[in-house]
């Protein structure tokens, strides 16, 4: 058995149909590790292994639920708006001078076209990941427990400009609703 954690902090890329799943500071998503593993090399750092019996299964999940009572309860009262990457990166949007549907429309070209993430082309994008280099930094631990952590760097970055460009959105909606008032 595996564990899967997730919080989502903007829920809009979930509305759009791409062939992958958005993650990274917005919407975190990590495994359940096992305290107990058999090897603490992935995937089986992050297995729950049982036999097909009744005890050996009650015993995973024991082993499950105490370690979803102790990782569980730090990864989702984390406040992703408190660390220091996330601020660092909405600094950059809350400067950010670029028109937004044309940069939703060049995301989506790109998304369409097959480019994800290291691929991407588009300027605000590169300079944005340049930009958030800067405080990417995580100790040697950290990357060897999580394997793709340099991707979510690209991750968090496409998240971070759809996030700009919604704000424009939902500022326009709310400002359409309170002019037909």
Request: net charge negative.
């Amino acid at each position: 058995m595996i564990c899967t954690l997730k919080s989502v902090h903007d829920q809009s890329l979930y509305e759009k149909d791409l062939p992958f799943h958005s993650d990274g500071f917005f919407n975190r998503h990590t495994f359940l590790f096992n305290s107990k593993p058999i090897d603490s090399w992935f995937p089986e750092s992050v297995t729950y292994r049982f036999d097909h019996t009744v005890e050996s299964l009650t015993a995973s999940l024991n082993q499950m639920s105490q370690d979803l009572t102790n990782q569980g309860r730090s990864f989702f009262e984390a406040d992703a708006e408190l660390n220091p990457v996330f601020l660092f990166g909405r600094n950059y949007i809350n400067d950010l001078q670029v028109d937004k549907d044309e940069l939703a429309n060049e995301l989506q070209q790109e998304t369409d076209s097959g480019r994800f993430f290291k691929m991407i082309e588009n300027e605000t994008f590169k300079d944005l990941i340049e930009h958030l280099s800067e405080v990417w930094i995580f100790p040697k631990e950290d990357d060897l427990r999580d394997y793709s952590l340099e991707d979510k760097k690209y991750y968090f970055a496409f998240n971070l400009l759809y996030y700009y460009i919604n704000q424009g959105i939902k500022k326009v909606i709310r400002n359409s609703i309170y002019q037909d008032q």
